[in-house]
């Protein structure tokens, strides 16, 4: 394992009310209970990409863009943070028909940032771990959101802001940080979300791609006189191949030519 740095989104999702569950179930009860919880947090992380770091009792951190990055990780938490409401909602509803235990939930807080990836620990006990303001500042929120909600950072939220719903911002006092922290509460994605998205910064001229979209324009106007062909575009996370599409379909659109 190596270090280095990368701009992920952290989620930690945490049970509500498994404290008291434990006051009126049996040790082996509650341990099935809790642990088919955090199996479907698990899931629905993993089906979106995400990495789970840590387990801690009823509690999840999960990372989005380490080890393996996507250019859309932070949507991807967001969602995994609702899909993690909806699925434990249904379980709690299920934990009370066949036992009749209520008080089972789930909060959520996302963030993303800067952090170090890399070896943590010494002697035996060596694993891959990631340090930084993201992961506190996402655990923080998680404390600060209602039961049912995901509660979202200022970064992770600029990052996703046309694809969902949210609740108006909020300015937390969260322990450790000397100002107050912007927030907003996930609803749902957004109803405009059917068309594609538009990227932040799109908008603005292109630049350091002209070779690239002169050739993806010849690809595009080969077609009109009837020859085919295979367009890839490739590139790790973050290098700008949806900028580049995205300007590729407007001027496509507008019937500008290489």
């Given at each position: 394992m190596r270090?280095?740095?990368?701009?992920?989104?952290?989620?930690?999702?945490?049970?509500?009310?498994?404290?008291?569950?434990?006051?009126?179930?049996?040790?082996?009860?509650l341990r099935e209970?809790?642990?088919?919880?955090?199996?479907a947090m698990i899931e629905v992380v993993e089906s979106l990409g995400?990495?789970?770091?840590?387990?801690?009792?009823?509690?999840?951190?999960?990372?989005?863009?380490?080890p393996v990055a996507h250019e859309d990780d932070a949507e991807r938490a967001v969602l995994a943070g609702l899909r993690?409401?909806?699925?434990?909602?249904?379980?709690?509803?299920?934990?009370?028909?066949?036992?009749?235990?209520?008080?089972?939930?789930?909060?959520?807080?996302?963030?993303?940032?800067?952090?170090?990836?890399?070896p943590v620990g010494a002697g035996g006990r060596v694993e891959y771990g990631a340090t930084g303001d993201a992961l506190n500042t996402a655990a923080r929120l998680q404390s600060h959101a209602e039961p049912g909600t995901v509660l979202v950072g200022e970064e992770a939220y600029r990052a996703t802001a046309r694809l969902f719903r949210w609740g108006p911002v909020l300015g937390l006092a969260l322990k450790g940080k000397a100002e107050p922290v912007s927030a907003r509460r996930a609803l749902g994605w957004s109803a405009a979300r059917g068309s594609a998205p538009v990227l932040e910064?799109?908008?603005?001229?292109?630049?350091?791609?002209?070779?690239?979209?002169?050739?993806?324009?010849?690809?595009?106007?080969?077609?009109?006189?009837?020859?085919?062909?295979?367009?890839?575009?490739?590139?790790?996370?973050?290098?700008?191949?949806?900028?580049?599409?995205?300007?590729?379909?407007?001027?496509?659109?507008?019937?500008?030519?290489?």
């Open positions: 270090e280095e740095r990368k701009v992920v989104t952290a989620l930690f999702a945490d049970l509500v009310g498994s404290t008291a569950l434990g006051e009126r179930l049996d040790p082996e009860d209970v809790v642990g088919g919880a955090v199996a995400g990495t789970v770091k840590d387990l801690a009792g009823d509690g999840m951190l999960a990372l989005f863009g380490a993690i409401v909806d699925r434990i909602g249904s379980y709690s509803t299920e934990v009370v028909r066949t036992i009749g235990v209520e008080g089972l939930d789930v909060r959520v807080g996302v963030q993303t940032g800067l952090v170090v990836l890399g910064g799109a908008a603005t001229p292109l630049i350091g791609r002209q070779e690239e979209l002169r050739t993806s324009l010849e690809v595009l106007d080969g077609l009109g006189t009837g020859r085919g062909g295979v367009l890839f575009v490739l590139g790790p996370p973050g290098i700008g191949k949806s900028r580049l599409l995205t300007e590729l379909r407007a001027r496509f659109t507008a019937g500008l030519g290489p």
